[in-house]
Nanobody, 114 residues
Framework: QVQLVESGGGLVQPGGSLRLSCAASTNIFRFVVMGWYRQAPGKQRELVGTITSGHSTNYSDSVKGRFTISRDNAKKMVYLQMNSLKPEDTAVYYC????????WGQGTQVTVSS
């Protein structure tokens, strides 16, 4: 059973930065496209961006230029560097495969507020 554990969230002021981490337990991690997702209150979960095993990335228009996804295949970790945060980035952030096939973790809360 794959387990995903997200961490690094918190309260940050607009314009600030946070770095989220995700630890994955699967032995096939290095072969899997990984993604970061977020779910704001009252909204559906949305895909923020993805990273391939070869470190190619794609981002949603709402975060492009501000967020950066990276991964460490040896450590089975994926990261989300978030800069220039806006109040509308407030959400619970999750990692999963690029198609959301693994069991969802608990996520990590990011709150952007002054």
């Amino acid at each position: 059973q794959v387990q995903l554990v997200e961490s690094g969230g918190g309260l940050v002021q607009p314009g600030g930065s946070l770095r989220l981490s995700c630890a994955a337990s699967t032995n096939i991690f290095r072969f899997v496209v990984m993604g970061w997702y977020r779910q704001a209150p009252g909204k559906q979960r949305e895909l923020v961006g993805t990273i391939t095993s070869g470190h190619s990335t794609n981002y949603s228009d709402s975060v492009k230029g501000r967020f950066t996804i990276s991964r460490d295949n040896a450590k089975k970790m994926v990261y989300l560097q978030m800069n220039s945060l806006k109040p509308e980035d407030t959400a619970v952030y999750y990692c999963n495969s690029g198609s959301g096939t693994f069991p969802w973790g608990q996520g990590t809360q990011v709150t952007v507020s002054s």
